[in-house]
């Protein structure tokens, strides 16, 4: 099954970002129908059934259109330089579930190959909500990334460091500061501190965030 809804890259485009993502919707056919309905206008170049099945809707070399407005680490506009990647899950609206530990499985062996593929550096493995995070929510709090960490995709620790200014660190991470500051923590915490999502700069918070940006900058 290929998607109608791609375009080409801009000219030189590198392809160094993944960004991961659930559907949203009921199920795996509704998500299959909105991603190759040419009126949507939205897609992706993968999608994970909750079986582990994995179906390439849009070839890597061209721009799916899955992230929309986006930012992350200075770079704008990221259909043009990532692949994207959709994990079939009812999401917060339809009564978000824990991802099938054969959907992880599967994702894992599909990032693998495609980090073998692009020059996709650790820190720009990132969720739709790290770069869209006053839009969107997912892959969410129950997306396990300790264990992608765990695999060699995207960065994670259990680490708390001193934060001297938390704008800062969320800044270096890669987050957009134009957007608002608590909708920013929150989408930090939903990423690295799932256990408390309140978009409130707590010292954990903080202890975190100041960690995480030294494993970004290495990474």
Same mark, same amino acid.
């Given at each position: ?30 998500? !299959? ?10 897609? @992706?170049?993968?999608? #994970?059934?909750?079986?582990?099945? #994995?179906?390439? +809707? ?5 721009? @799916?259109?899955? @992230? ?6 200075? #770079? ?10 959709? +994990? ?18 599967? +994702? ?51 680490? !708390? ?59």
């Amino acid at each position: 099954m290929i998607s109608e809804n791609f375009d080409d890259r801009p000219a030189g485009a590198l392809v160094d970002h993944l960004v991961l993502h659930y559907t949203g919707m009921k199920s795996a056919d509704a998500a !299959k129908a909105r991603l190759c309905d040419p009126a949507t206008k939205v897609s @992706a170049h993968y999608l #994970v059934e909750e079986n582990g099945s #994995v179906l390439c +809707l849009v070839p890597e070399q061209c721009r @799916a259109w899955h @992230a929309g407005v986006s930012y992350w680490r200075g #770079v704008c506009g990221l259909n043009d330089r990532s692949i994207g990647i959709e +994990l079939v899950n009812p999401g917060h609206e339809l009564g978000y579930t824990p991802f099938s530990d054969r959907q992880i499985e599967s +994702l894992i062996r599909l990032c693998v190959g495609i980090l073998a593929r692009h020059p996709i550096r650790q820190r720009n493995i990132v969720g739709h909500s790290d770069i869209a995070p006053d839009r969107k929510r997912d892959p969410g709090e129950k997306f396990p990334w300790a264990i992608l960490a765990k695999a060699g995709i995207g960065l994670w620790t259990d680490r !708390k460091t001193e934060s001297r200014d938390i704008a800062a660190d969320l800044g270096a991470i890669g987050y957009d500061l134009s957007v608002n500051y608590s909708t920013v923590v929150a989408a930090f915490q939903r990423r690295f501190r799932p256990g408390s999502i309140n978009g409130v700069p707590d010292e954990e918070t903080q202890a975190r965030a100041a960690a995480i940006r030294v494993l970004m900058d290495n990474n």
